[in-house]
């Protein structure tokens, strides 16, 4: 039985003139590096030669004058020296890469990260919340020597010929220089760094941990700059150069090395095959509360994840290719950012607006009114299969209406700062309730609520704690 107080190792035996190795991923907790010491010298005392990695994450040994290794007993005296360590011998079939991410399962590791973008246009660095972006070296207003990824330059000569810029056939960290780069630290499973040394195509889980990291980082900045009036702005998801996903990861400490990831983690992908997005910083209006308060919030609350999910959603729309299943996406997050919950017809148009009037009683009797009119679009879509197309409408302008709502939506949490879903519904039904909002919902003269809304079934039991 595995005892789950001790750290999971395995054991190499010697073969040949190669020596054996005795790993366990990541570094020892603290009280467990102290006694490594002391395995160290019980181990010698059993007549082996031993020394520990400089990194911090194994043993490597051999027996003195051993003609034929007894691989029993060296496991019974590795594990009598190594009491505080759970060890199993290397299963051949299994590999020490995939063996040491079974062994750190549960463990995590931070790491630093470079993910390239295509169809991004930076004219120099900036800082957005925790993430740094990076313009690409250029030569003239960003040269190699400026830029604070120099290092990953290995062309000879670079670094003294202000004119340097990446060529087409640069490959490698150097490739890198030639994009805008999203700089992040992100904490992730352990196991998935020795998982991307297994083989190339497991490389995969690691490249969309922090891809889509990456991705998450740029959501603000295309709230604030893009939409569905000019698609050809739009940036491509990161990650991806040509045909290839890359990125270069960095973990902190010296067990795990950096490593420059490359592989197609993903079958289908969207990319922008025309102008690509200029960014600004001086342009930005809501990108920076929008990475400060949602991307770079680790709360992980209800109101926090609901906004984590609307934002990405805001911005997930834009890469399906279908106008129809991107509306459709936008009305979905919609939902579930204002959760209305069982309320249905004419109540659900009145709670989805309170939110998107952004506190304007004005703009809600206007609101209400085109957004009951997507929302039969809406129906017509789901429930007979209808296209924009068949229906006469552009579907980036019905996309850009459910895009403005979503929005104003994530406005009003973020400005108004809920920070659990029942602040979120009293606002609401606050709003709906006023005086100024009564005289609009009144006029609507509906039959699916009675008046006051105070008064009306649906909301009552929608409102109970």
């Given at each position: 039985?595995?005892?789950?107080?001790?750290?999971?190792?395995?054991?190499?035996?010697?073969?040949?003139?190669?020596?054996?190795?005795?790993?366990?991923?990541?570094v020892l907790p603290a009280d467990q590096a102290a006694a490594l010491a002391a395995s160290i010298a019980a181990v010698r005392a059993q007549g082996y030669w031993a020394s520990p990695f400089p990194e911090g994450d194994g043993v490597t040994f051999k027996r003195y004058g051993e003609s034929s290794h007894d691989a029993a007993a060296c496991l019974a005296d590795f594990e009598a020296a190594f009491a505080f360590l759970e060890i199993e011998e290397l299963d051949a079939a299994e590999g020490r890469a995939s063996a040491l991410a079974r062994l750190a399962a549960g463990r995590t590791?931070?790491?630093?990260?470079?993910?390239?973008?295509e169809a991004l246009r930076l004219e120099r660095p900036f800082l957005l919340g925790d993430t740094r972006f990076h313009a690409p070296v250029d030569g003239e207003e960003v040269r190699l020597a400026n830029h604070a990824w120099q290092s990953l330059c290995d062309v000879p000569g670079a670094d003294v010929d202000p004119s340097w810029v990446p060529s087409a056939r640069a490959s490698g960290t150097t490739e890198l220089l030639g994009y805008p780069l999203i700089e992040r630290s992100v904490e992730v499973p352990l196991s998935v760094f020795y998982e991307a040394q297994a083989s190339f195509d497991r490389q995969s889980p690691l490249l969309r941990l922090v891809m889509?990291?990456?991705?998450?980082?740029?959501?603000?900045?295309?709230?604030?700059?893009?939409?569905?009036?000019r698609l050809e702005y739009l940036p491509a998801k990161p990650g991806w150069i040509g045909e290839t996903a890359i990125a270069y990861v960095m973990p902190e400490g010296r067990v795990v090395k950096p490593r420059l990831l490359q592989g197609k983690p993903y079958v289908l992908r969207v990319s922008n095959n025309w102008l690509g997005l200029e960014v600004d910083p001086s342009g930005f209006s809501w990108a920076e509360p929008l990475a400060s308060m949602v991307v770079d919030d680790k709360s992980g609350d209800e109101v926090a994840l609901a906004?984590?999910?609307?934002?990405r959603a805001f911005n997930r729309a834009f890469y399906l290719v279908e106008l129809e299943a991107s509306f459709l996406h936008l009305v979905y997050a919609i939902d579930a950012l204002c959760e209305p919950d069982k309320l249905r017809g004419d109540r659900h148009r009145l709670w989805i607006s309170a939110f998107g009037a952004s506190g304007d009683p004005g703009r809600f009797a206007t609101l209400l009114g085109d957004f009951d009119r997507r929302y039969g679009v809406r129906n017509r879509i789901v429930h007979e299969g209808a296209?924009?197309?068949?229906?006469g409408l552009k579907g980036e302008e019905q996309c850009q209406f459910m895009l403005g709502l979503l929005g104003a939506c994530i406005q009003i949490f973020v400005r108004e700062?809920?920070?659990?879903r029942r602040e979120?519904?009293?606002?609401?039904?606050?709003?709906?309730?006023?005086?100024p909002v009564t005289t609009h919902v009144t006029a609507m003269a509906s039959e699916h609520f009675k008046l006051p809304l105070a008064t009306d079934k649906g909301f009552r039991e929608h409102m109970q704690p």
């Open positions: 039985m595995t005892d789950l107080s001790r750290i999971g190792a395995v054991l190499i035996h010697p073969r040949g003139d190669h020596m054996g190795n005795l790993l366990w991923p990541g590791i931070m790491c630093t990260y470079l993910v390239p973008v889509e990291d990456a991705d998450h980082a740029l959501d603000p900045i295309r709230y604030d700059l893009c939409h569905y009036r906004l984590k999910a609307a934002l296209t924009f197309a068949g229906l700062g809920f920070t659990t979120a519904a009293d606002y609401a039904f606050d709003f709906l309730t006023s005086s």
